[in-house]
């Protein structure tokens, strides 16, 4: 799927998680909601395999990037979805800060913005990922 960066992850889903709980922690970044899609489907009486999404940012970087382009602000604060795939194996995807510019044409002045967003989410999925 274009814009869409998919990791694989040498933990279980729920391991995957908390580490990147723990990664976010550390980054200093504010989390602003969790959703479990998994757990919201088991209310309902569906099954849904480990399926979480967490939302987070720093409201500075965001800003920035909403004063170019309000319209931005449907894809911001930045996710990360922690998933397992069929065979058990867990991912972490997210969307690429560069498709998040050009599906908003941010221009360049948002370059140095993008950039720190790009070189986060690889830390954040890599720690959440390898350990």
């Given at each position: ?50 399926t979480a ?79």
């Amino acid at each position: 799927m274009s814009g869409l960066v998919t990791v694989d992850s040498n933990f279980t889903a729920s391991e995957t998680l908390a580490n990147l709980q723990s990664a976010l922690q550390a980054a200093n970044m504010t989390v602003f909601a969790t959703f479990d899609h998994a757990d919201a489907a088991q209310k309902v009486g569906l099954e849904l395999r480990p399926t979480a999404v967490l939302a987070f940012g720093n409201p500075a970087a965001g800003t920035k990037l909403m004063q170019s382009n309000q319209a931005a602000g449907i894809d911001l604060p930045l996710k990360i979805l922690v998933w397992e795939d069929e065979s058990g194996k867990a991912k972490l995807s997210y969307n690429d800060p560069v498709w998040l510019a050009e599906r908003h044409a941010l221009g360049s002045s948002a370059a140095p913005v993008i950039a720190g967003m790009t070189k986060l989410l690889a830390t954040l999925t890599q720690r959440a990922a390898k350990g």
